[in-house]
Structure formats: structure tokens, C-alpha cells
């Protein structure tokens, strides 16, 4: 990477400042505000860091032909490094006010020093990964495998792979972020991984010489060095370890990924858009960034601070070529020293709007709730620009005195993947965004079994009780019911009370002539409807929430995710057989316990994170106590057959429930080992029926879980 001082233009080499050092003088402290770089002309020196602990620890030396301290040139910032004369040493110094005059008036020499410059960086980014990449490898090996690598840029929405196309090469990610699909025959696209930096794709064909298996496309505008076969059997024949080194580096690092849940920890940048110039905006951006901070380091900008930052006197909504590459340098170098990069927008497309879309792995838009619906301009322009680019709206709330109620008209004129209802008053749900955006969301999920599913509301107390969070809930039949109350945020009390009210009090489930089912479906809509729900729907509740029915006419799971909550839970409390089946959608649903009983794939679908899964279904095995079925006398002594735990015979209605919780028996074992913690409360004693039996149901949940959250053991599988 050395620089021929020779080739510069001579009257720009004369323009510059010479400065000698003697040796053991310092050039510059780690820490010190880089405004220069530096050409070593003749001597030597040494360049060490500080360590945590406090000592130095040499990382190279730098000799004739060397720059200096040029990528504080591009990236601003503060020195990274200690650099002390060795010998004694001859430099040409760049101040960084005099680059614009230096590129204009000097521009060959200019492009040429700018080259080298990006040379260094990229190498210095590229080195920094490799240690994750290869394994137990030496200098020799890298500068060796450095020299034969290829830089390509992508911008965002290029396709880098085609699937079928052969598996000549791999690549390494150095910055941005690309997105693996599968491309099915009708020409859709099955999205599979996302690929950030520091990781490779294209390995596993590179290897197996198999055509590939996916498309690969940028998700934003992304730097890679790609590696071909020939180069790499070259290297292999310089340099016969270099095979072992490579392979173990990527095995170890799918087998850290096979063994790891998926996370949105390569989401680096985020481009937030506040769609109104309101207090309430702000204030909020301001607090999410700073909650963001207890999940990583974090660096807020707008273009104001962008400005600050690299020094720029002007407004840099037009910045000229040199501007430009120092920008995109810069925000590089932050994206390897932060966690988490928020661009702040402006509300119409700048130059730098256009530049935090460009780089944004997930794009946040932020209004008040209660403002207009109407799609603002700048939407329109992100929205065409944005791409696949994951969009999320924030919609802000002073209070949770009065629910949400015009969610679905933000929605529905929106090409929006998630939403969140925010009161701007409460810390928890500025939380719960942040742990939602970040993978660490804790789900919770209820499965369906009649009257076992008033064990649910014991559960939760006691979560409640322990300060466990619950940010996204799912649920099926009676767990949809209780679901929907967690979505809602309804405290214990007001839970437990409606729904005693609904299914014990009301007795919705009347009896007539079994045409269609046992039970009439009219009482229970009313009670559903007036006692539960109302006209809530589900955009507007507090969390997210989804509720599962099966579907008789598409012979398939019917996921509600949005509509009347009644209707939906109707949908997915319609036993077949024993509660007249609901027309919703153009459908006709019944129970989602037919099909998915305990939908934890659904939540691991669909947000990232830990999952309780609550399942009330583990039934004892039936053995009747009499060798056949009983009489007519022993039925009506057996006070008709409603699913009594002393029953000594199970009755027809008991009988067609477990026979339709048969069919998701497996699903719902698969269910409880996938979830990170499973909660199985000693419910199985009560029939599925036994709705009078609320208080002793709801007590044992309680009294479970409790026991399960004093021994620490649900904090140490959700890690909290």
C-alpha cells in the first residue's frame, strides 16, 4: 500500500509541510483528533495501541512510501492508534482543511493518493473480519490471499448470484447487507436468510461444485471481495494448510449459526422517518435511541450532526465528489465501531434522505396515531426507493387511557411488514419496541383446551407478578381468548372478570338439535362480542397479536392477524361439531386446535426472539372404569355428560374434543421443544368442559408457575 511520493505532482509536493521526528518522538497520541495524514518519506516508526488493561500492544510498523494516519482523513474521528518515531523520520504532512483544494487544483494526484487511501481502509476492514472467517491462519497466508481477492461494489437491488448458474466463487461481506432467496418456478421469490457483514455466501456450492441453490441480492449497497476457485487451488498450491484453515473457519461458523435462533443482529443501520415536525416525534426518537443503548453501542445522526461530525461548513445537501466518498467512508467506519447507526431523515429527498434509505437495513417511519392518515410525500419516494428493505411504522400515543382506533387506515394505504402502537408515557412499550428490533422479544404463546384454558390468566399473573415482559402473543381457541386480553393490555382483574363473565356466568353454550353442532353459536357471538371485545380490532391493540382458526374451506391454518377480534376468536374457538362453524373472509373456520393447537411456529415466523409456550392439553389417557358405555340412567346420573373429571366414561362432547385435539397432538409436542420454555400446568384433572371450575383451574397454573419462577429457572431460559 506504499505511496510514490515521486509520481505526486511536484508543486503539490512542494506545497506540503515537511516534519521531522527524531526518534522516540511521538506523532500523534491515540485519542487525538485526526486533522491530518501523513507520508512517511524516509525513516521509520511504530504504531501501538492501549488496551483496556492500560498497556500498549505494537500492531506494525510504518517505513518509506507508508501514510499515516489517512483514514482519520476520510472517517474524521479520533486517532485509533499511538505512532512514535523508530528511527529518525522524514514526513509530508495533508491537513484535512487543505483535501478540497488539494483535489481540485491537484486532481490526478488527488485520485491517486484517494486510491491508496481506500486501499488501506478497505484492507483494514477486511482484516478485522477474517480472524471470524479462517482459522488459525499466519501473516504470510493472509497477504497472500489479500492480493488475490476481488472488490466489488453492489448497489442496493443488484443481484449478485443467480440460482442454477455454477458455484465458481464465494464471497465475503465486508459492508451492507444481501438477502438469499429462492426463486420458484411461477417467478415468486422465497426468501430464506439474510446475510450481514463479516459473513460469506456462496460457500457451499464453491465447495461441492454444485450449481446454485438460490439467488443472492443486495439488500442495500454493499461492499464484497469474492474468492474464485482457481485463485483459491493457487493458494492451495502455495500454500497446502490454506484449504484446512478456510474450511474449518466457515464449518465452525455455520455450526455457530446452525446452533443459534435466528436474530436481527446483522441489522445495522436504521433510517428513521418522522412523517410530522412534532414534539411528540421527537421526543420519542430521542428516547428510543437511548434505549437502544442497553442493547449496544449505538450513534445517532441527522444531517445537521453528520455535518459537525466531519467538519463540513456548508449545508452538504449537493456535496461535491471528494464530500461524497468522505460521507460514505465515514459512515462505513461507523457501522464497524457501532452496533446500531440511526439516520434521521428529513422530510423531503436530500441527498443525505436518500443516502441513510440507501444504507438502511430497516426503515422506521414515526407519526402520531391520531394525526392524518394520508401517505406524506417523503413516504412515497422512500417507499418506491425502499425496496425489499424491512419497513416498520411507529405510531405514538400520549396515554393508554383509550385504545388505538385508526390503525387499519394507516395500514392499509401503507406497504408496511410490522407496526407498533406506542404510549409515549410509559417506558414499556419504548422497551418493547427496542427488544422487537433487536431479537430479543420474549413471545408468548397459549394453546387451546376448553375449559384447561383459564389456566392461561394463572399463568400470566404470575409472569406479571415477576416482571417477566410479554412483547407479542399468539394464541389458539381458549388461548386466543386470553391472548387477546394480554394484546389488549388488560390487567388480571379486568381478564379474569370478563371472562368468567362470558364462560361461566352467560353460559353461552346452549343446546339444540345437532344439525350443525351441538351448542348454538348465536349466545356465544353475543358474549364474545359484548363482554370480551366489542369493536376492537386487532391493528389497534397494544401488542402484537396473532389468533389461530382452521380453515374447511382451504383445508389449512388461518393465521388473523387483523380485523374485528371478535370475529377472529370465533373463528378459532368454533369446536366443530360442538359450536357452530363461523363464515369469516369468504371461509368457513372452525377451531384452530384441529390443526395447530400451540402455534409456536407461527411465532418464530414471524418475530424474533425467546417464546413461553403455555399448553393445557396434556391429557391423561382415557381409561373408563367400566367395560362398556353407559345406560341412559347412568348418563343422566352423570349429570349429561358434560366432561366431568369423575365421570367414570367419557361423554360424546368430551369425546369429540380430545378426537380433535388428536390431529395436533404431534404438532403440539414439536410446539413445546421448539419454544425456549414450555409451561405445562396440573390442569389435566378437569374436563375440557368443566367451565364452573375456573377458580381451581387458574389457582394451579398460578401456583405452578410460581413455584417454576422462584427457583429462577423461566429467568435462566429467557435469559432475563
Not at 461494489?153 to 443467480?162: H, N, S, T
Not at 474450511?247 to 418522522?274: D, E, M, W, Y
Not at 467506519?333 to 428529513?346: A, G, I, P, S
Not at 384441529?594 to 418475530?607: G, S
Request: some cysteine; charged content about 25%; proline content about 4%.
Amino acid at each position: 500500500m506504499k505511496l510514490n511520493i515521486d509520481e505526486l505532482d511536484a508543486q503539490l509536493v512542494a506545497t506540503l509541510t515537511r516534519k521531522t521526528l527524531q526518534a522516540g518522538d511521538t506523532l500523534f497520541q491515540q485519542g487525538d483528533v485526526g486533522n491530518s495524514m501523513y507520508i512517511v518519506r524516509e525513516g521509520r516508526l511504530e504504531a501501538r495501541v492501549r488496551q483496556a488493561n492500560g498497556a500498549e500492544m505494537k500492531v506494525g510498523e510504518i517505513s518509506d512510501g507508508d501514510p499515516v494516519g489517512e483514514i482519520q482523513l476520510l472517517t474524521g474521528g479520533r486517532r485509533t492508534a499511538t505512532v512514535r518515531a523508530i528511527a529518525n523520520t522524514i514526513l509530508l504532512e495533508f491537513p484535512s482543511d487543505r483535501i478540497k483544494e488539494i483535489s481540485q487544483t491537484f486532481p490526478d494526484s488527488y485520485q491517486q493518493l484517494k486510491q491508496k487511501i481506500l486501499q488501506r481502509l478497505r484492507r483494514n476492514q477486511l482484516m478485522a473480519l477474517m480472524p471470524n472467517l479462517m482459522d488459525d491462519f499466519n501473516e504470510h497466508q493472509l497477504q497472500d490471499l489479500e492480493a488475490q481477492l476481488d472488490w466489488l461494489r453492489a448497489k442496493k437491488g443488484d443481484q449478485l448470484i443467480r440460482q442454477g448458474d455454477p458455484g465458481d466463487a464465494m464471497y465475503i461481506v465486508v459492508s451492507g447487507r444481501l438477502r438469499v432467496v429462492h426463486e420458484n418456478p411461477d417467478g415468486t421469490q422465497e426468501p430464506l436468510l439474510e446475510i450481514a457483514r463479516g459473513e460469506t455466501v456462496g460457500e457451499m456450492s464453491f465447495f461441492t461444485n454444485d450449481s446454485r441453490s438460490a439467488s443472492v441480492y443486495a439488500m442495500r449497497d454493499s461492499v464484497l471481495v469474492k474468492l474464485s476457485q482457481s485463485v483459491f487451488y493457487e493458494l492451495i498450491g502455495r500454500h497446502p494448510s490454506f484449504h484446512n484453515h478456510i474450511t474449518r473457519g466457515i464449518v465452525r461458523r455455520l455450526q455457530t449459526n446452525s446452533r443459534a435462533k435466528k436474530t436481527q443482529q446483522g441489522v445495522t443501520n436504521f433510517a428513521i422517518v418522522p412523517l410530522e415536525d412534532h414534539p411528540t416525534v421527537h421526543s420519542f426518537i430521542r428516547a428510543f435511541v437511548r434505549t437502544m443503548g442497553h442493547f449496544g453501542s449505538t450513534l445517532y445522526l441527522n444531517r445537521e450532526q453528520l455535518n459537525i461530525s466531519l467538519g463540513f461548513s456548508e449545508s452538504g445537501d449537493n456535496p461535491d465528489p471528494s464530500s461524497a466518498l468522505r460521507i460514505s467512508t465515514w459512515l462505513d467506519e461507523q457501522e464497524r465501531k457501532y452496533k446500531y447507526v440511526f439516520l434521521e431523515t428529513t422530510p423531503s429527498m436530500i441527498p443525505w434522505t436518500r443516502r441513510a434509505i440507501q444504507r438502511a437495513d430497516h426503515i422506521i417511519f414515526v407519526a402520531r396515531g391520531g394525526a392524518e392518515t394520508f401517505v406524506h410525500d417523503i413516504e412515497k419516494h422512500i417507499l418506491r426507493e425502499a425496496g425489499a428493505t424491512t419497513k416498520s411504522l411507529a405510531l405514538l400515543y400520549q396515554d393508554g387511557s383509550s385504545p388505538p382506533t385508526t390503525t387499519r387506515y394507516w395500514l392499509g394505504n401503507r406497504e408496511i411488514d410490522q407496526h407498533f402502537n406506542i404510549r409515549v408515557n410509559t417506558s414499556k412499550d419504548i422497551d418493547r419496541l427496542c427488544r422487537t428490533l433487536t431479537g430479543h422479544s420474549i413471545g408468548l404463546v397459549l394453546s387451546g383446551g376448553g375449559a384447561r384454558g383459564f389456566a392461561h390468566m394463572g399463568v400470566i399473573k404470575a409472569l406479571q407478578e415477576s416482571n417477566i415482559p410479554i412483547d407479542v402473543v399468539g394464541g389458539t381457541s381458549m388461548g386466543a381468548v386470553i391472548a387477546a386480553h394480554v394484546a389488549m393490555n388488560r390487567d388480571y382483574e379486568e381478564m379474569y372478570s370478563r371472562t368468567k363473565e362470558a364462560f361461566v356466568e352467560a353460559k353461552p353454550f346452549k343446546k339444540q338439535i345437532p344439525l350443525f353442532s351441538f351448542y348454538k353459536g348465536k349466545k356465544l357471538d353475543e358474549v364474545t362480542y359484548q363482554i370480551l371485545y366489542q369493536d376492537h380490532f386487532i391493528e389497534d391493540t397494544w401488542l402484537p397479536c396473532y389468533f389461530i382458526s382452521s380453515s374447511l374451506t382451504s383445508s389449512d391454518v388461518a393465521v388473523h392477524d387483523s380485523g374485528l377480534i371478535w370475529n377472529a376468536i370465533r373463528a378459532s374457538t368454533a369446536l366443530p361439531g360442538i359450536i357452530t362453524p363461523v363464515l369469516l373472509n369468504d371461509q368457513l373456520h372452525v377451531d384452530g386446535g384441529l390443526l395447530n393447537n400451540l402455534p409456536v411456529d407461527i411465532m418464530k415466523e414471524r418475530f424474533q426472539g425467546k417464546i413461553i409456550a403455555v399448553d393445557v392439553t396434556q391429557m391423561q389417557t382415557v381409561t373408563p372404569q367400566t367395560p362398556k358405555a353407559p345406560n341412559l340412567l347412568d348418563f343422566v346420573m352423570n349429570r349429561g355428560g358434560s366432561g366431568s373429571k369423575n365421570a367414570d366414561f367419557p361423554s360424546i362432547l368430551e369425546v369429540l374434543m380430545r378426537s380433535m385435539l388428536l390431529g395436533s397432538v404431534k404438532k403440539t409436542r414439536t410446539s413445546l421443544n421448539e419454544a425456549d420454555y414450555a409451561i405445562c400446568p396440573p390442569v389435566d384433572e378437569y374436563g375440557l368442559l368443566e367451565f364452573p371450575m375456573i377458580d381451581e383451574i387458574v389457582e394451579a397454573a398460578y401456583q405452578h408457575t410460581k413455584g417454576k419462577l422462584a427457583m429462577g429457572v423461566i429467568q435462566e431460559k429467557l435469559g432475563i
